[in-house]
Each structure stands twice: as C-alpha cells, then as structure tokens.
C-alpha cells in the first residue's frame, strides 16, 4: 500500500513540477534548481517535525497550512473577481503586483509544501525507516518530474498559465497528495465543520427570527428544513467550497472583458480580434477543469480511503449471575493487551451493545463503539489511531478512553486477577443513552 | 476637515467595504473554531458585546445606502443622457464609448434601431436607443436588503432581551412592564392545507379590562414591547403525592411531559424521585389538544427502581406507602418574551432581498436592458456614442459597430 501511495504521490509531484516549470519566467536550469532545492528543504525539514513532536500534532500542524492554502484560494479567486480587469488603474496596478509575488513564491512554496507531505505520508509510520523513506522519496521524485517534464514537452499544445491559475492547479494537486492520507486529508473534517456551522446557523436564525420548531411546522416543509440539518448538507457544503476557487476562477477568466474594437472600421478584422480574444479566454480555461478533475479525485480518496483498518468481528459477552461482564485479559488466543482493538457485543432484551477494550501503551481502556455524536457505525483501527466509520475523524489512540467529541464513549470498569469487570447495568444505560441522542439527532456529526 | 470627511465617505461607500467586513468576521469565527466546538455561538456573544465588531456591522449598512444613494444619482444621469439633456461624464456610464469624425444621418439611425426592436429617442442631432429593463430596481432592492440585513443583525445582537415565561391556562401572566393579564384559553388544532405549519395554537389573554388578544405562533404577536415567541407545549398535572412519613402535597406540576413519550422528574423528600411519563395508546387523542391523558410513574430511590405502574386520568396509584393521584391537568406554552427590533430589520431584509431576486432573474435573462446614443458635437466637430448592455452585450455590440461603420461610411461617401 505504501508503493501505491509513494507511486501516485511521485505522479502528483510530477504533475506539479511541470506546471511550475511551465509558469516560470526564470531560466529552465534555474528553476529546476529551486524546485529540487524546496522539494528537498521540505522533505527534510518534515523530520524533525515527525521526531520531536508527539502523536498527531505534526499532522495537524501540516493539516492546517493545507487548510489556510484552501482558504487563500477562496479569498484570493473571490479578490481577483472583485479586482476584475476594467475596475481602474489602482487595482490593475494591485493585481499586477500580487501576481508578481505569487509568481515568486509559487516555485518555493508548493515543492516545500509537498516534500512535507510526502514525508509524512511515507514516513509518518513508527514502523518505517524515516531517513531511508526520505532519501527514496527525494530521488524518485526528481526521477518521475524530470519523466513527465520530458513527456509534457513532447505536447502539441501547452497550456497557458496566468497566476491564479498556477496557484489553482498547485494548490489541487497539494490536496490530492493529502487526500492520500487520512491523517492529512482535509475535505472530510472540512464538510464536518461544514455540517456543524449549518446546524448551528440555522438554529441561531430560527430562533433570532422566532421562527415556530418542528412541532408546528407540516411535514413537507420541516423535510426541506431538515435537509439543512442532515449529513448531506455537510457534503454538498464542502463540496461548494471545495471546488469554489475553480469556480471563481473560472467567472474572473470568462469575465475578463473583450478588447475594445470600436475603433477598428472593418468588420471582419473585429470579428477577427474578437474571436482571437474569446480564443485566448476559452485557453484559460483549460488549467481549471484540470483543477476541477485533480480535485474530483481528491473528493473520492477521501470517501474512498484506500486504508485498511483493523475491525475484528465482536466477540458475544455473557453476564454473571452478580450482573457483570468477566473478560480475562488472557485468555487462549486472545490477549487483550496486545495492543489491537478486541469488540465485544452483550446483548439486553432487544438491545444489543458494542463495546472494545484496547490497550493504549499505558493503560487498558473500554469504550462503546459509538461516540456521543455520530450514530454508532463504530471504529476501525489504523496507524496510531482508531477512525469513526460514520465521520471519518482520526482519534489519536492517546486519547481513546477520553470522553468528548467523537472520542469513543469510556465504560468504567474494574480490573482485578486479570480480568475485566464491566457492569452490565451501566453498560446498557450508558449504550441507551447514547445511541438513543445520537440517532435522533439527525445525521450526527458528520 | 473636509478631506477627512471626503475620505471617510470614499472609504464607507467603497464596494470592498462589505467583502472586507465579512472576511474579517470569517477569520474571527475560525480563531473562535480553534478553542471552542460551538464557534458561532461564541462569536455571537463576543459581537454582541463588542463596540468595534457592532461599528464594522453598522458601517457595512452606511456603506450599502451610500450606494444606494450613488447608484441613485448615477441612475438619474444616466437617463438625461439617454433623453440627450446631459453629457457630461457620459464616457464613465458606458461600456464602449468613442468619439468618431462622420455624418450622423438620425432618422436612418432611428429607423434602423427601432427595426431592431429598440426604444428610439431622436432629438436635433441625437439619437438614443434602448430596449429591455434596467437591473435598477433589483439592484436599489439588493442594497436596501443589505442596508437593512446589517442594521437589523447589529441591533438583534447588541439589544435583543429575552425572557422565558411558562403561559399556563386559567392562570395570571405576569411579565416586568406589562400590565397583568390572565391566560385565558389555550387550544391548539389542526390545520390540514397550511402552506407550512401542521398546527395552529390560539392563546387568549385577557386584560383586566376585559380586553381579549390572540396569539398564535407565526407571525409572533406583540405584548407590549416585545414578542411572544412560543417554544414548546407542555401539560401540567395536578398531582396529589402522599409519602409514608411525610403526608401529602397538591399542585400542579411544571414539567416537560409533552409529546408523549417524552420523561420528566418530580423530586421527593430525600433520595426518592418520581419519573413520570404519558401514557401513549393506539388512537389516542392528542393530550395537549384534549387535556386528558394518564400517566406512566416509577418511583426511584437513587438509581434503584422501588415500583412503577399506572395512573389513570382522575385515578391513583397506590404501592409500598407511595400513593399518587392525578386529579388534573393544564395546557401550559412555555413562551419567549422577546424584546428585539433587530427582527423587523430582519424580516424587511428578506423581503426585499426575495423581491430582487424574483425581478432579477427574468430581467437579466429575458429583458436585459440594451443602450446606444449617438450624439453631434458641434464644437469638436465630432459624433460622440456610446454603449452599454446588462445582458446580451454582444449582439447589442454588433449592431453598434455596425451603426458606427454606417456613420463613418456616409462621411466618405460625402467627400
């Protein structure tokens, strides 16, 4: 699974190093030297990163920059489309300017960028040789974008690039090579902060605008409104903002005004003029549907993690007489401790409850699989982590027995001559209550 | 001073006002997000009470009635110069505009224009063309929205005052301020065909006078100076609860049974709880709309579930020394007095933002407004056009290159 990734990540490299060649104004040599330079510094400089800070924490740090990149590409398109050419000379004069800087920072910006994520995504395993992994992923990628330089040059026809759409199609494919990592992937926590802004916005204005709640409104109508409470709203939100740098991108190229021929007395030679100019326009536009299908696939690695996860079949508990769950630490098999997820299942009446224990490093730990959120589809466990089936949240295995958030809900227990005790009577109340708000509240977190 | 003043004009009518405002407000909801889950709850109370952050929403509705108001007097000259009264700063109200040495033949120009399903306007040796409608009315409606919108969210924020009042039947409502009145009646029906509510409630208050007024839930009635905003029905039971040692306690009993299904809890003397729920049975009718319901009881002590059963409606239940009867029970509201002029701003807002959209879309889609004028100037010896398009700009385009050729034609043919 790690060649696969390293193998497409190389490709995205490759991708992203042509496109920077290809915008630059600099000399060819000159530029590949910047690159390689930035490509290396970030790889390298993710190490230290990797080594000295704990858990997640390099991963959220990289995570945000990624986010704050998503950002700028909102804003920056949105500036553009506001600063549209024809809105006078101080903002011709700005935008020139901004252009200018972007230009430069470009080539040192996304390979650093990118040399930081591929690091962590190869190296961010425990189990990996971090130096070795490094020095692999540094000559393969300047193997793979010097291949698909040589290859894009033996293109009929190049692309055009205008800054925004340098940075729209470097910022993509910097997305896509996160989207190979759970842990790095940002458009699934993106529609959950999406989803949880809705909700929170549209209960504000229900209630600012004394607007009646569901037990009053008819159900065609409170159907429509809980569209906006349900988990799809999430999707279709990030979805919306996902893809709106190309979107804005595209409204700035396709309102960039025609040059003015009302001066030009030949019928034929203005419309000439002008279908060269609509020519030129249409051109742009081929470096944001590039975008728009680079961040198509980022979209589907993150619904479709290609990770496998450890999520072994619930063994059936019994209560004892005293109404309590023994599970031995050791037992045959089975060991508790050896630091994999175990699910068991109890069953109540008409209730049936999930529940794991996992040994964290430093403690035993026993929680429901469910959290207090999301409707209980249950964890998986990766590198480092259990991951919410439903929301698809990382929850680093530090702070599994932690309650909050989508942190498994923690079952007290007691611990004495290698066994386990769990009170059934706790279990099932604490697995009723959750579930019962978790499944009323409408598609969850997610 | 009057620099001062013109820039501070020139920065509040600036069109980046409003971009700018709202990216401010984005970058503070994401710092919020970085130490809390529920960020727009926080950023709302840190606007709320912050002077700077309820200027910056007060400037954004300044900022959309300078517009307004520019856009007002561009508009009208805009339409001088249509009807050829005005030209000075002409060149800046069109698109394309040029000045050409040539003969301008106006009944031609006329003719051809109206031809073309144009508006002519001929005046001695100007000709004006227009055809479609302006955006000008959706756009002054945009402005109002966002004028309105900001005013209204500004002052929601900063004076909203709300009060929670439990409106139950035959009781007496007391609220702050307002003279006294007695809830009188409370029912609630339904309404098969409402365009979006299931239910209508009617509460009844009546004055000391004697004076009646309805409320029901949309839109909010007004008590006095503020709203009442209905949250949740309830019913309140009478209950009669006798326990061993203690004796017994009457009155009715404030909690959330309604809709059924749904548990509430009385506390007792010591550790002991009674958790009562409405009994719900096929084809029942809506205890709410009918008053009458019976009720499920388990009575706990601690955790530990002593007995439950049944009460009937006007019946008891008796067990281990525990008795409760259920003689009674009220329609309750519990209600919202809200004292906020922000929502008036609010909902003119979405009025008016519903109203240009609505004359947005066919005007710019199926009438966008088309402007031509040809102009002699004597002085310079010159014919001075221009013009300008919402929509369909390129058609409207051709036929003004094509007209601008004719012109220049004719002079050559002259010499």
Redesign the interface.
């Known amino acids: 699974m790690i060649l696969r990734s390293a193998l497409s990540l190389a490709l995205l490299w490759g991708l992203l190093s042509c496109c920077l060649l290809a915008a630059g104004e600099t000399g060819r040599l000159r530029r590949r030297i910047v690159l390689a330079f930035s490509f290396t510094a970030g790889a390298v400089g993710m190490l230290p990163l990797l080594a000295s800070m704990p858990g997640d924490l390099p991963f959220a740090l990289l995570r945000m920059f990624i986010a704050a990149l998503l ?1 700028a590409m909102v ?1 920056v398109s ?1 500036a553009a489309l ?1 600063s549209a050419p024809g809105r006078g000379v101080r903002s011709t004069i700005w935008r020139e300017r901004c252009a200018g800087w972007g230009r430069k920072m470009a080539p040192v910006l996304f390979p650093a960028l990118n040399g930081a994520l591929a690091t962590a995504i190869l190296a961010g395993s425990p189990s990996t040789s971090r130096l070795t992994v490094v020095a692999v992923t540094v000559v393969t990628a300047f193997l793979v974008a010097s291949l698909v330089d040589l290859l894009i040059n033996m293109l009929p026809y190049r692309p055009r690039f205008t800054t925004l759409t340098l940075f729209l199609l470097a910022s993509s494919l910097l997305f896509c090579s996160a989207a190979f990592s759970p842990r790095l992937d940002l458009f699934a926590p993106l529609s959950m ?1 999406i989803m ?2 809705t909700h ?2 549209l209960h ?1 204005f229900m209630e ?6 569901h ?5 065609p ?1 409170w159907n429509f409104v809980g569209f906006f409470f349900s988990q799809e709203i999430g999707f279709w939100g990030a979805l919306l903002l996902w893809f709106a740098p190309v979107l804005l991108v595209c409204l700035v190229v396709s309102r960039t ?1 025609l040059p ?4 030009v ?1 030949q ?1 034929a030679r ?1 419309r000439s003029l ?1 279908a060269a100019a609509l020519r030129e326009r249409r051109g742009l536009l081929i470096i944001p549907a590039v975008a728009a299908l680079v961040l198509a696939f980022s979209v589907y690695r993150s619904q479709f993690p290609d990770v496998l996860y450890w999520d072994p079949a619930p063994i059936a508990v019994e209560a004892t007489p005293a109404g309590d769950i023994a599970i031995p630490l050791k037992q045959g098999e089975l060991d508790l401790r050896d630091g994999k997820l175990h699910k068991f299942s109890y069953s109540q009446g008409s209730t049936l409850v999930r529940f794991f224990v996992l040994e964290r490093g430093d403690a035993v730990v026993v929680a429901l699989d469910a959290c207090a959120i999301c409707p209980p589809d249950g964890y998986g466990q990766g590198e480092g982590s259990v991951f919410c089936y439903y929301c698809k949240t990382l929850i680093p295995l530090e702070t599994v027995g932690r309650p909050g ?1 989508c942190n498994p809900v923690p079952v007290p227990f007691t611990s004495s001559d290698q066994t386990l005790r769990i009170s059934t009577l706790q279990l099932v109340n604490l697995w009723n209550s959750t579930v019962q708000v978790t499944t009323k509240n409408a598609g969850g977190k997610r | 001073m009057k620099r001062v003043l013109a820039t501070a004009v020139s920065i509040m009518s600036h ?2 006002l409003l ?1 700018t405002v709202c ?1 401010l407000f984005l970058f503070l909801y ?1 710092a919020v ?1 970085f130490f809390t ?5 926080t950023l ?1 109370q840190l606007i709320g009470h912050n002077p700077l952050a309820l200027v910056l929403l007060a400037l954004v509705a300044m900022n959309a009635l300078l517009g307004l108001i520019a856009d007002i007097r561009s508009w009208r000259i805009a339409g001088k110069a249509a009807a050829g009264l005005h030209s000075a700063g002409t060149e800046s109200n069109f ?4 000045a050409v040495s040539g003969r301008l033949d106006t009944d031609e120009t006329a003719r051809i224009l109206s031809a073309e399903g144009y508006q002519v306007t001929v005046r001695e040796g100007f000709v004006a063309a227009r055809r479609g409608w302006s955006l000008f009315l959706p756009r002054m409606l945009w402005r109002l929205t966002i004028c309105l919108l900001f005013v209204g969210v500004a002052l ?1 924020l900063s004076l ?1 005052q709300s009060q929670r009042v439990p409106l139950i039947e035959g009781e007496a409502l007391q609220i702050p301020g307002i003279p006294p009145r007695t809830v009188e009646r409370i029912t609630l029906e339904d309404v098969p065909g ?6 209508r ?1 009617a509460i009844t208050l009546a004055g000391a006078d004697g004076q009646r007024d309805n409320y029901g ?4 009635g007004l008590l006095g100076p503020g ?1 009442l ?5 309830a019913v309140a039971p009478l209950l009669r609860i006798t326990e061993p040692g203690i004796g017994v306690s009457e009155g009715y009993q404030l909690i959330m049974l309604y ?1 059924p299904g749904r548990e509430d809890v009385v506390a007792l003397s010591g550790d002991y709880r009674l958790k009562l729920v409405i009994l719900t049975r096929e084809g029942m009718a809506d205890p709410f709309a009918s008053g009458r319901f019976d009720l499920h009881v388990r009575l706990l002590k601690g955790d530990q579930l002593l007995f439950e059963g049944d009460v009937p409606f006007g019946g008891r239940f008796e067990s281990s020394g525990f008795a409760v009867e259920l003689l009674d029970a009220s329609r309750y509201v519990v209600t ?1 007095f ?1 004292n ?1 002029y922000g ?1 008036l701003c ?2 003119m807002a979405c009025v008016a933002a519903l109203l240009a959209v609505t004359l947005y879309l066919p005007l710019r889609f199926l009438w966008p407004h088309r402007f031509m004028f040809f102009s002699i100037d004597s002085e310079k010896m010159q014919i001075v056009s221009g013009c300008s398009s919402e929509g369909k700009s ?1 058609q409207n ?1 051709a036929l ?3 007209l ?2 004719k012109i ?1 034609r004719e002079e050559s043919r002259n010499r």
């Open positions: 950002l804003l949105s506001l902060k949880k802004f929170d916005f504000q600012s605008m004394l607007l009646p709640d037990l009053f409104i008819n159900p109508t005004p003015s021929v009302a001066h007395r019928g203005r002008i958030g | 069109r980046l971009p990216v994401i997000a889950d529920e960020a727009l709850v709302i698109y394309e505009a040029l929601s909203r409402h365009w979006f509510l299931q239910r409630l839930i949309y839109p909010p709203f905003y209905p949250r949740y029905l809709p919202d809200v906020d929502v609010i909902w390129r385009k003004y290159y094509d601008l050729d220049c």
